[in-house]
Each structure stands twice: as C-alpha cells, then as structure tokens.
Nanobody, 124 residues
Framework: QVQLVESGGGLVQAGGSLRLSCAASGRTFSNYVMGWFRQAAGKEREFVGGINSSGASTYYADSVKGRITISRDNAKNTVYLQMNSLKPEDTAVYYC?????????????????WGQGTQVTVSS
C-alpha cells in the first residue's frame, strides 16, 4: 500500500508558476513510476505527465509540454510538478498517482494508488 498526499495548489494569475508536491509513504517509493493527472470541473481526468522510478525519464502530455517539469527525490519520497506559464485552462484538481508498471503510461488504469488531489486555479 502507498499513501500519497499532494500539496502546493492554490490561486495564481495567468502566466504565473506553481510547484506541486506529492509525498509518499508506505511501500518503497523508488519502486514506483509516478504520474500526475488533472481533472477540471465537468471533464474527465487526464494525464499530465509521468516520471520513471529512477527519475531519469519523463513523459509529458502535449497540452502541457514545454510548460511543466516533473522531478522526484527518492530520498524524500516526494515527486514534484513544476508548472510555468499557467493558463486559465490549467485550472483543475491535480492528482499524483503511483504505478507498479515499469513504463510511464498515460492511462488511469495503469496507476494503482492515488492521492486526494490539490486544487489549482488560474485566474485570467
């Protein structure tokens, strides 16, 4: 079992930046691929990006590529989502998730554990 807790969300103006954190506890964090998803009101949860277990490889959705960076610190059991040049359409609840698969997948079903989410609101 892995417990995930996101933090760092909030209200930011368009063009601003935020860094979300996801702290993990439970089983060995470094064994898991980590993903970030988001869900806007009335929409499906969508993949934002992911990072492999060592942190050497990342994969980003086209909608955010160039504006976000995912990193992890396995010594601190934490994964980060740095978001820059934020747009109002980035407004959503952001979730981190852990996957037992060895690759980075962009589908919800590939992830076994989820955090409770943190709200990000971007004002225009």
């Amino acid at each position: 079992q892995v417990q995930l807790v996101e933090s760092g969300g909030g209200l930011v103006q368009a063009g601003g930046s935020l860094r979300l954190s996801c702290a993990a506890s439970g089983r060995t964090f470094s064994n898991y691929v980590m993903g970030w998803f988001r869900q806007a009101a009335g929409k499906e949860r969508e993949f934002v990006g992911g990072i492999n277990s060592s942190g050497a490889s990342t994969y980003y959705a086209d909608s955010v590529k160039g504006r976000i960076t995912i990193s992890r610190d396995n010594a601190k059991n934490t994964v980060y989502l740095q978001m820059n040049s934020l747009k109002p359409e980035d407004t959503a609840v952001y979730y981190c998730a852990a996957s037992r698969f060895s690759g980075i997948f962009n589908t919800r079903t590939a992830y076994n554990y989820w955090g409770q989410g943190t709200q990000v609101t971007v004002s225009s």
